[in-house]
């Protein structure tokens, strides 16, 4: 990348950082979002003003017998939307400010017996033999590093999130399940979707969506015949 596109990407996610950081300062903290009522913090993605969170809620298709994972849940929007079909469903988040959101908006919305929000940094509170039929995965995509909870919502410098994310996702995917996840085309997706691939998943756009200034897509992975075992 040349030096002038470098300080205009840098200008670009400086403009978006501080966006969002004055958003959860001054925005609301209870919000509705596709007919649920939801109570958020600063410290907390507020999913009635990011596009993401519609988007991906919006998009989720998921059976009466699945077993459903929300990777890194925020205010539980996507766990509560699975959770009104699926059969159980776990909602996982490193921010603990996030898990203490997610429970009581999942109680306020009555899917507190079929979802459960835990505290994780991505699979490392879950059971070995635990699997799921359907992973919903929203992964930071922001270069740099977080220096608090809130920011890890942020940020995944080099993309080793995303790594260390589809190196252990096999391991909790039930035969025939997929991972859905959503990215940005500011976050270099090309990039983004070789990391994937070298680990033995392969990848279908489900859903685009552009808004001003960047566009949105929604991928389902399945993992390779030859690396499924």
């Known amino acids: ?19 969002i950081k ?11 979002v596709l007919g649920k ?20 809620a ?10 459903v994972l929300d990777m890194g849940t925020g205010s539980g929007i ?10 159980k469903v776990i909602a996982v988040d490193i921010n603990p400010e996030a898990v203490r959101y997610a429970r009581k908006n999942v109680c306020a919305n009555g899917l507190d ?7 994780g940094d991505l699979f490392s509170s879950l059971d070995r033999g635990q ?8 992964p930071p995509y922001l270069d740099g590093r977080p220096s608090n909870d809130f920011e890890h919502a942020l940020f995944d410098f080099n993309k080793d999130l995303l790594r260390r994310f589809f190196s252990d996702a096999r391991q909790y995917l039930e035969p025939g399940g997929y991972v859905q ?20 998943w392969r990848h279908e756009l489900a859903a685009r969506e552009r808004t001003m200034g960047e566009e949105f897509m929604i991928y389902r992975f399945r993992l390779n015949c030859s690396r499924s075992q």
């Open 37 to 56: 009522s939801l109570e958020i913090s600063e410290r907390v993605f507020n999913p009635r003003f990011y596009f993401t969170s519609v988007f991906m």
């Open 1 to 19: 990348m040349k030096s002038g596109e470098t300080m205009f990407e840098n200008l670009r996610q400086f403009l978006i950082i501080w966006f």
């Open 113 to 119: 017996k079929t979802v459960s929000v835990i505290e």
């Open 78 to 87: 996507q766990a509560i939307i699975a959770g009104q079909e699926a059969s």
């Open 181 to 200: 996840m959503l990215y940005s085309s500011i976050a270099d997706p090309a990039q983004a979707l070789k990391i994937p691939a070298e680990l033995g």
């Open 58 to 67: 919006e998009n989720i298709r998921v059976k009466k017998d699945d077993i």
């Open 22 to 32: 004055t958003l959860q300062k001054y925005g609301p903290r209870k919000v509705r």
């Open 131 to 138: 699997k799921f039929s359907v992973i919903i995965f929203t």
